[in-house]
């Protein structure tokens, strides 16, 4: 029986999954998402497949919106990973019952392992704006 890993733990992989499609769209390499999470997650996970997928399948309204909140900035000039984080991040915060509160804590939790200090508070920026806005 392998051990149950922690939703920080699941992700950080789904975080992984997400920065390689990225740098496989970008050099134009073709890929299976499902191979990949496979790859990652040696476990079959609910979670991380639902969030993979869901980012994906959301990823215009995902990036859309990041764009509306990121002020003089755009997503696609974030780095693979600060993407991954944030599309995370927006994923969980809309689409799914996980509390704002930790949607936006486990994204900062990645972004202050993963990203420099600047795009972390962009990245808090971002949730944070798409929370509130959210509630309303």
């Known amino acids: 029986m392998m051990e149950q890993k922690t939703r920080s733990e699941l992700r950080k ?10 740098v496989y769209r970008k050099n134009k390499v073709t890929f ?24 994906i399948t ?8 990041a764009n509306t909140y990121l002020e003089n900035w755009t997503i696609d000039r974030l780095g693979n990973t600060d993407k991954a984080i944030l599309q995370m991040g ?18 900062i939790e990645l972004a202050k392992v993963y990203s420099d200090d600047s795009v972390r508070k962009m990245i808090n920026g971002v949730l944070d704006k798409v929370y509130h806005n959210k509630e309303q």
């Open 32 to 55: 299976d998402i499902d191979q990949m999470i496979k790859e990652v997650t040696e476990i079959d996970n609910e979670f991380v497949k639902d969030v993979v997928y869901g980012v």
């Open 13 to 22: 992989e789904i975080m992984t999954i997400l920065y390689q499609m990225h």
């Open 58 to 65: 959301y990823e215009n309204e995902i990036n859309s919106l």
């Open 90 to 107: 927006i994923y969980e915060l809309l689409y799914t019952e996980t509390p704002a509160i930790v949607c936006i804590n486990e994204a």
